[in-house]
């Protein structure tokens, strides 16, 4: 198991800082990210997020490659129905020959109707396009592009949450871009129903931890941020459907999650001691290959972000890497 970083390229208003030094900034992060002993970086896609969002984590993937020598360059996801199976599959071997073999290409399916609609794609057929789309970019990549991949074949996933995805995943023979042990079992009888050896299940995912010195001051400062982070998914999930506008996450919201259950809900900030307990436990009896936490948390202050990064990879990856 190798633990990396994730990246959503996220310029927040609040704190946003010009478009090119930004993503300058994001960049030279990466390559610090390698330099300190990353396994990997993963990217995701959204479009017409207010926050600028990674629209294109391809494009982005390239410059990684160009600017790296070791770590692999994961994509989870790349939003699969929105996108022609040649376009992926060639974008996808152009930049396993920039970074000499080292792409992880996952596709999803996607949930954000006004992203589809954009797109003139119908959401309610994501998730069979998203099967479809997995087999045919295999098969371009069989067929052969220009240039051809350094990796024959080149590793592929699937974003699939819950155990019907799980065995989806597991029926098409790629990994599973889920942590979750309980979709363990699934998978497997899924790389089994598809004629695949069940100890080849392979899994990696997002592990939603930031380190630091001080847990304490460095989950105040960061609550402002992983409030507008929770508010643009919550509002992304709804947009275009019948369903209600959800209620605003606040600080003070969040604070109030804290005082009754010790934490940011669905965020940990712990010490790397805390972090290896915690990664250690979610991986015991997981076929997990990678396991990646935020670069950053929507915008959060760069002390913060060096920091975690630092005891990320220089305390806690050594440390349960080696165990």
Do not use: C
């Not at 069940?198 to 941020?225: F, N, Q, S, T």
């Not at 076929?287 to 806690?316: C, F, K, N």
């Amino acid at each position: 198991m190798e633990l990396g970083v994730y990246v959503d390229l996220r310029n927040p208003a609040p704190w946003r800082r010009p478009w090119p030094a930004h993503v300058a900034a994001t960049l030279a992060r990466v390559a610090e990210a390698e330099r300190l002993g990353a396994g990997s970086v993963w990217l995701s896609e959204h479009h017409g997020f207010d926050d600028g969002y990674l629209a294109q984590p391809l494009a982005f993937a390239a410059a990684i490659a160009a600017r790296t020598e070791r770590l692999r360059i994961g994509t989870a996801v790349v939003l699969a129905p929105l996108r022609h199976a040649r376009h992926i599959a060639e974008e996808a071997a152009l930049v396993d020959v920039l970074s000499n073999g080292r792409l992880e290409l996952g596709l999803g399916a996607g949930y954000s109707i006004p992203e589809f609609d954009a797109f003139g794609v119908d959401v309610r057929d994501r998730y069979p396009a998203t099967d479809e789309a997995i087999v045919a970019v295999r098969d371009v990549l069989a067929d052969g592009v220009t240039p051809p991949p350094v990796q024959q074949p080149l590793p592929l996933w699937l974003g699939y949450q819950g155990p019907r995805g799980a065995r989806r995943a597991g029926r098409l023979g790629v990994g599973l871009l889920s942590a979750d042990r309980m979709l363990v079992e699934p998978y497997r009888e899924g790389l089994r129903d598809g004629g695949h050896d069940p100890a080849l299940a392979r899994m990696a995912g997002l592990v939603d931890v930031v380190v630091a010195d001080d847990p304490d001051a460095a989950r105040e400062r960061i609550l402002p941020h992983y409030a507008h982070q929770l508010n643009t998914y919550r509002h992304a999930a709804v947009a275009g459907t019948a369903r209600p506008a959800p209620k605003e996450v606040t600080v003070d919201t969040l604070r109030e999650g804290i005082q009754s259950r010790g934490g940011i809900p669905g965020l940990s900030v712990l010490t790397p001691e805390d972090a290896i307990a915690a990664v250690q436990a979610r991986v015991d009896g997981v076929p997990v290959a990678h396991l990646y936490a935020w670069l950053s948390i929507a915008g959060m202050d760069d002390d913060l972000v060096d920091r975690h990064l630092e005891l990320w990879l220089t305390r806690v990856a050594p440390a349960v890497t080696s165990s």
